[in-house]
């Protein structure tokens, strides 16, 4: 077989897998609850109101997933990347990080925020190519958290998981 026909094989085989995925990982913005679309909204008119270039594609800032594979889909809401820049003291960020909010589903087109934490920006998620969340890496800051009661450090590091309708952050030192 040749390499070209090795690559339109695989392909094809992947092909199913990366349509069901697909279903489970995308949300049209207009779908989003009105919350999330008012955040992401204020952050883009505060970025440009300091003179920077937002990045308008579509979802930015937004990772679907499905906390505990019900079939929902659940947002992960970063709407600091709507601007290009990360600025401090204003839209989703501060002094300590940026805002992390997650929302979950509980009925056709109805959520609730579930988390809101102010976190590093640079954070880590596993989810299954099917949008079903595993966990979070993510570190606090101890200037706001109550969460992180460490004195000699600046922020606390956690490995967070979704587990019976909670979240459950396990430290790790």
């Known amino acids: 077989m040749t390499f070209h026909r090795t690559v339109c094989f695989a392909l094809m085989l992947m092909w199913p897998v990366a349509a069901v995925a697909e279903s489970w990982l995308t949300l049209e913005p207009a ?4 919350e999330v679309r008012m955040i992401l909204d204020q952050v883009r008119s ?3 109101a300091e003179g920077h270039e937002t990045v308008d594609a579509p979802g930015i800032g937004v990772t679907i997933v499905d906390l505990n594979r019900d079939g929902s889909k659940d947002i992960i809401l970063e709407a600091w990347r709507v601007c290009s820049v990360e600025i401090k003291n204003f839209g989703a ?3 300590g990080g940026c805002d992390l909010k997650i929302f979950k589903q509980v009925g056709p087109h109805r959520w609730k925020p579930i988390l809101d934490e102010t976190i590093d920006p640079i ?4 989810a299954s190519s099917e949008g079903y969340f595993r966990l979070m890496a993510l570190s606090v800051s101890r200037k706001i958290a109550d969460r992180c009661p460490d ?12 587990k019976k309708g909670r979240w459950a952050w396990d430290r790790i030192r």
């Open 151 to 162: 004195p000699d450090g600046l922020s606390c590091d956690f490995i967070v998981r979704w």
């Open 46 to 48: 505060e970025c440009k």
């Open 93 to 95: 960020c501060n002094t």
């Open 31 to 34: 779908d989003y609850p009105q």
């Open 123 to 126: 954070w880590f998620l596993s």
